[in-house]
């Protein structure tokens, strides 16, 4: 694997986008050194890196037990804009199967309710499923487990060269890289399981409650055929009464006894069919006062229209005349003027003459009436008047029938007298039929009080023969899994105990060539043996001699501190970058040189070193100079409250 680029927007102290290429250029310019003071933005690089790769899992320095959402909202550059997002980024190359692929994840987020947004791209192309289960495909990249061995800090190395520490160190190492921790957490759960299963075969069902809820079911079950019984009778009868009862009315029916019972709303409702033919009878008096009567003499209404007719007609033809006679006189004079002869003159005006008496008509006039009060007459009073009355008619036949009606059922009424009798005889029914009908719905809730408690004791059975036939089972299961969980756990202790020994013997080696090689005295220690039981080590010179840990100098300590790391690292097996933070920090000069000249460009194919100035000064930087691919140099600008990555080292 190869960390080619990381991309920084608004985050921590890193204000705008920031981007550092750290490729290395060759198998031997392997290093990328980043340096600034304390305080400008180097372990917030390192923190970054962690966040990108394990999200909430990430373990970085400055978040303690703070939420994950709350760390990111704290990781947000305060001089940034409020709408400018906080993006961090990480590319990557790694080989699979033999080709190479091109791995860049991005997270970012932004605003006061925080939500993360990640994006994961193999070669430049979104990966929607590597982006959702982007947890599980990390580790194939970069073992969580793995990762203080390759990402850690040079001021802890003084902690971890405590021979306890140190021992600690060896065991979370070896447990960490052969996978160890789970097989002993595989074991701690076959004790659990085992506990469980063990209180499983203690805790067994007592037959005597099944026998006793089977007694409670046979008790419920002889009640509830009671009940029905109880309730057949009931119904039978109830039968007999209603018959009876239905026998009675019919009687009561055929004597009057229901008009009897109704006398008082027949009464009424006489009284109201009066009123009703009453107010009839007054519209149809207040119709006859008025237009009414001329109905009675239609056909002298009809002569004196037809009298009327022809008066106008004779009108009409005077007024004809009398037009006539001027015009003819006019016309009679205008001839004269032209000289018409007296002969032509008179027989003109004898046709005229002729002309105007034709005209006239004669006829005894003595209406002297309008032509229109016959047609009002006719047309709208008579009509609307002869409409009234018939509806009125009408009206006054359906009340007098209503009355009729009301006043045949009042005089077919029987007396008290004859119903007294059969009156009381339909009451003491009625007691008998609603008694038994109170009987049938007290008998119908019992039955259903029951046979809810028999369904609920049921139930309970039924669980009970569950619970003991699975008890039985789980009692056989429990003996057959109890037996095979101890025999796995002891093959488990077995197996961790080989596959240590078969790998501790390995790490030794691994950890004494790293020490060598760091420490440059071959003559201090020759042996290294790591004691199974606690996992403390012990140092053998060339005289087979037996060294303590305490005769180590400390900072030969330190030293063998990075040993364990680098050769932990190395006993992985896994082709992963080293990051180091402060790595001469707490160091003296003479071990500095050390890691220097025989540590840095071998510690991995690729090395970043976040360091300062007083660390890695400008000899030890002259000296790493032939292995850098990369120099950076991180410094804080109060103009730009931002800390900047300039190329180049301090120097």
């Given at each position: 694997?190869?960390?080619?680029?990381?991309?920084?927007?608004?985050?921590?102290?890193?204000?705008?986008?920031?981007?550092?290429?750290?490729?290395?250029?060759?198998?031997?310019?392997?290093i990328?050194?980043?340096?600034?003071?304390?305080?400008?933005?180097?372990?917030?690089?390192?923190?970054?890196?962690?966040?990108?790769?394990?999200?909430?899992?990430?373990?970085?320095?400055?978040?303690?037990?703070?939420?994950?959402?709350?760390?990111?909202?704290?990781?947000?550059?305060?001089?940034?804009?409020p709408?400018?997002?906080?993006?961090?980024?990480?590319q990557?190359?790694?080989?699979?199967?033999?080709?190479?692929?091109?791995?860049?994840?991005?997270?970012?987020?932004?605003?006061?309710?925080?939500?993360?947004?990640?994006?994961?791209?193999?070669d430049?192309?979104?990966?929607?499923?590597?982006?959702?289960?982007?947890?599980?495909?990390?580790?194939?990249?970069?073992?969580?487990?793995?990762?203080?061995?390759?990402?850690?800090?040079g001021?802890?190395?003084?902690?971890?060269?405590?021979?306890?520490?140190?021992?600690?160190?060896?065991?979370?190492?070896?447990?960490?890289?052969?996978g160890l921790?789970?097989?002993?957490?595989?074991a701690?759960?076959l004790?659990?399981?085992?506990?469980?299963?063990?209180?499983?075969?203690?805790?067994?069902?007592?037959i005597?409650?099944?026998?006793?809820?089977?007694?409670?079911?046979?008790?419920l079950?002889?009640?509830?055929?009671?009940?029905?019984?109880?309730?057949?009778?009931?119904?039978?009868?109830l039968?007999?009464?209603e018959?009876?009862?239905?026998?009675?009315?019919?009687?009561?029916?055929?004597?009057?006894?229901?008009?009897?019972?109704?006398?008082?709303?027949?009464?009424?409702?006489?009284?109201?069919?009066?009123?009703?033919?009453?107010?009839?009878?007054?519209?149809?008096?207040?119709?006859?006062?008025?237009?009414?009567?001329?109905?009675?003499?239609?056909?002298?209404l009809?002569?004196a229209?037809?009298?009327?007719?022809?008066?106008?007609?004779?009108?009409?033809?005077?007024?004809?005349?009398?037009?006539?006679?001027?015009?003819?006189?006019?016309?009679?004079?205008?001839?004269?003027?032209?000289?018409?002869?007296?002969?032509?003159?008179?027989?003109?005006?004898?046709?005229?003459?002729?002309?105007?008496?034709?005209?006239?008509?004669?006829?005894?006039c003595?209406?002297?009436?309008?032509?229109k009060?016959?047609?009002?007459?006719?047309?709208?009073?008579?009509?609307?008047?002869?409409?009234?009355?018939?509806?009125?008619?009408?009206?006054?036949?359906?009340?007098?029938?209503?009355?009729?009606?009301?006043?045949r059922?009042?005089?077919?009424?029987?007396?008290?007298?004859?119903?007294?009798?059969?009156?009381?005889?339909?009451?003491?029914?009625?007691?008998?039929?609603?008694?038994?009908?109170?009987?049938?719905?007290?008998?119908?809730?019992?039955?259903?009080?029951?046979?809810?408690?028999?369904?609920r004791?049921?139930?309970?059975?039924?669980q009970?023969?569950?619970?003991?036939?699975?008890?039985?089972?789980?009692?056989?299961?429990?003996?057959?899994?109890?037996?095979?969980?101890?025999?796995?756990?002891?093959?488990?202790?077995?197996?961790?105990?080989?596959?240590?020994?078969?790998h501790?013997?390995?790490?030794?080696?691994?950890?004494?060539?790293?020490?060598?090689?760091?420490?440059?005295?071959?003559?201090?220690?020759?042996?290294?043996?790591?004691?199974?039981?606690?996992?403390?080590?012990?140092?053998?010179?060339?005289?087979?001699?037996?060294l303590?840990?305490?005769?180590?100098?400390?900072?030969?300590?330190q030293?063998?501190?990075?040993?364990?790391?680098?050769?932990?690292?190395?006993?992985?097996s896994?082709?992963?970058?080293?990051?180091?933070?402060?790595p001469?920090?707490?160091?003296d000069?003479?071990?500095?040189?050390?890691?220097?000249?025989?540590?840095?460009?071998?510690?991995?194919h690729?090395?970043?070193?976040?360091?300062?100035?007083?660390?890695?000064?400008?000899?030890?930087?002259?000296?790493?100079?032939?292995?850098?691919?990369?120099s950076?140099?991180?410094?804080?600008?109060?103009?730009?409250?931002?800390?900047?990555?300039?190329?180049?080292?301090?120097f």
């Amino acid at each position: 694997m190869i960390i080619e680029e990381i991309s920084l927007q608004n985050f921590g102290i890193y204000k705008g986008r920031h981007i550092i290429n750290l490729k290395p250029l060759s198998a031997k310019k392997n290093i990328t050194l980043l340096g600034g003071l304390n305080g400008s933005g180097k372990t917030t690089l390192l923190n970054a890196l962690q966040l990108i790769l394990y999200g909430k899992f990430a373990k970085c320095s400055n978040r303690g037990q703070t939420n994950y959402l709350d760390y990111l909202r704290q990781m947000m550059n305060r001089y940034a804009k409020p709408n400018e997002a906080t993006i961090i980024e990480l590319q990557f190359q790694h080989f699979k199967f033999g080709h190479q692929e091109t791995i860049r994840i991005q997270r970012a987020w932004s605003g006061n309710n925080i939500k993360e947004v990640l994006e994961v791209r193999r070669d430049g192309v979104l990966d929607p499923v590597m982006t959702e289960q982007w947890y599980e495909y990390v580790e194939e990249f970069i073992p969580s487990r793995i990762i203080n061995l390759f990402f850690f800090d040079g001021e802890k190395i003084e902690a971890l060269a405590n021979p306890n520490q140190t021992a600690n160190l060896i065991k979370t190492g070896i447990y960490t890289l052969l996978g160890l921790d789970l097989v002993e957490r595989l074991a701690v759960d076959l004790l659990t399981v085992e506990r469980k299963r063990k209180q499983q075969l203690k805790s067994e069902q007592n037959i005597s409650q099944i026998n006793q809820l089977e007694q409670e079911i046979e008790q419920l079950t002889i009640q509830i055929k009671i009940i029905v019984e109880k309730q057949t009778a009931s119904q039978h009868k109830l039968t007999k009464l209603e018959a009876k009862q239905e026998q009675l009315l019919q009687n009561y029916r055929q004597i009057g006894g229901e008009l009897f019972a109704a006398r008082n709303e027949i009464e009424t409702q006489l009284i109201l069919a009066k009123q009703k033919l009453a107010e009839v009878e007054d519209k149809m008096r207040q119709v006859a006062a008025g237009h009414a009567p001329l109905l009675m003499v239609q056909n002298l209404l009809d002569s004196a229209q037809k009298q009327s007719d022809k008066e106008t007609k004779v009108q009409n033809s005077h007024e004809i005349y009398r037009a006539l006679q001027q015009h003819d006189a006019k016309l009679i004079n205008l001839l004269a003027q032209q000289n018409v002869t007296a002969q032509v003159l008179s027989e003109i005006q004898q046709f005229v003459k002729l002309e105007q008496q034709q005209q006239l008509i004669t006829t005894d006039c003595y209406l002297d009436a309008r032509p229109k009060i016959f047609a009002h007459l006719s047309n709208t009073i008579l009509q609307q008047i002869q409409t009234e009355i018939q509806q009125l008619q009408q009206q006054l036949t359906i009340a007098g029938n209503e009355v009729n009606q009301h006043e045949r059922k009042l005089t077919s009424i029987p007396d008290p007298e004859s119903l007294e009798g059969i009156t009381q005889e339909l009451k003491l029914f009625e007691t008998q039929i609603q008694k038994t009908n109170l009987s049938l719905d007290s008998l119908a809730l019992e039955k259903q009080k029951n046979h809810n408690i028999l369904e609920r004791k049921q139930k309970k059975l039924a669980q009970n023969y569950a619970i003991k036939v699975e008890e039985q089972f789980n009692q056989e299961l429990s003996y057959y899994f109890l037996e095979q969980s101890e025999r796995v756990r002891d093959t488990l202790v077995k197996f961790k105990t080989t596959i240590i020994q078969k790998h501790i013997r390995r790490l030794e080696k691994l950890i004494l060539e790293s020490f060598q090689q760091l420490n440059r005295k071959a003559e201090l220690i020759n042996e290294i043996k790591i004691d199974l039981n606690n996992y403390h080590l012990t140092f053998y010179n060339n005289s087979q001699e037996k060294l303590l840990p305490q005769h180590l100098s400390a900072g030969e300590r330190q030293l063998l501190a990075v040993s364990i790391l680098w050769g932990l690292s190395r006993a992985s097996s896994q082709p992963l970058p080293m990051i180091i933070d402060t790595p001469l920090s707490r160091l003296d000069g003479k071990h500095r040189d050390n890691l220097i000249k025989n540590y840095f460009h071998q510690a991995s194919h690729q090395i970043i070193l976040l360091s300062t100035d007083e660390e890695i000064n400008k000899k030890y930087y002259r000296e790493l100079k032939p292995f850098i691919a990369n120099s950076y140099h991180i410094l804080y600008e109060e103009d730009k409250q931002s800390s900047i990555i300039k190329d180049g080292y301090f120097f």
